[in-house]
């Protein structure tokens, strides 16, 4: 079986109701692709080395499938 990650990116200002809902999204969109044994290995607020659209902060998320 092939390990992929994915790591995304969000906006630090999305609520935790807006962020849930992604994640449950995202979740069903690995499964739907058959995805197995889908891990979070990261789930921070953190600075970014580089500001994205002059945002200096992000929410970071890794995840294993």
């Known amino acids: 079986m092939r390990r992929y990650q994915a790591v995304l990116i969000l906006h630090p200002d999305l609520e935790d109701a807006a962020l849930d809902d992604f994640r449950k ?3 069903k969109l690995l499964k739907s692709g058959k995805a197995a044994d889908v891990r979070i290995l990261e ?3 953190r600075d970014l080395v580089h500001p994205i659209k002059k945002i ?3 929410h970071f998320w890794r995840v294993a499938f």
């Open 25 to 27: 999204n995202f979740n």
């Open 43 to 45: 789930d921070e607020k």
């Open 56 to 58: 200096p902060r992000a």
